[in-house]
């Protein structure tokens, strides 16, 4: 399986995944955030200057992602472990037309203009069909 096959079931079939950080103690923290874009440049999410998971961001650069689908017999994991730096608004406008949390997340227009989106730039990730036995592992570098 190539590395943009396993990226765009992680963008177009998960869609959500679980992101890992550590605060400026060290203390783990965890939260499902929308994946926005995936592909042989990254994976690109995002969040509000506002938020914990911001700050957690910005205290340390490495990342922990992993997302899991389910669907009649068929299981597949993704998970991946790299490095994030923020991009600014950079791909804003595309996270934002096909995000379908958006508005649940970010009601108000105003918050809109806090958010900002983050690139995994750099990781070392597995792919598992957990049904099947399928294993692959991909390395992420757009650098």
Do not use: C
């Not at 869609?15 to 955030?33: E, I, L, Q, S």
């Not at 990342?63 to 299981?75: G, N, R, S, V, W």
Request: no cysteine; hydrophobic share 35%; charged share 25%.
């Amino acid at each position: 399986m190539e590395l943009e096959d396993i990226l765009g079931i992680l963008q177009n079939d998960m869609k959500v995944a679980v992101f890992a950080t550590v605060d400026k103690d060290g203390k783990p923290h965890a939260r499902y955030a929308h994946v926005g874009v995936a592909n042989s440049q990254g994976i690109f999410f995002m969040t509000s200057q506002k938020t914990n998971f911001y700050q957690q961001l910005h205290t340390n650069p490495n990342i922990a992602i992993t997302a899991m689908k389910e669907e009649d017999y068929l299981i597949q994991v993704i998970r991946i472990e790299g490095k994030i730096r923020e991009i600014g608004k950079e791909k804003l406008e595309e996270m934002l037309a096909g995000n379908p949390y958006v508005q649940h997340v970010y009601p108000d227009e105003a918050e809109h203009q806090t958010v900002r989106v983050f690139q995994l730039y750099s990781g070392e990730g597995f792919y598992q069909s957990l049904t099947q036995g399928h294993k692959y592992t991909f390395t992420i570098d757009a650098e």
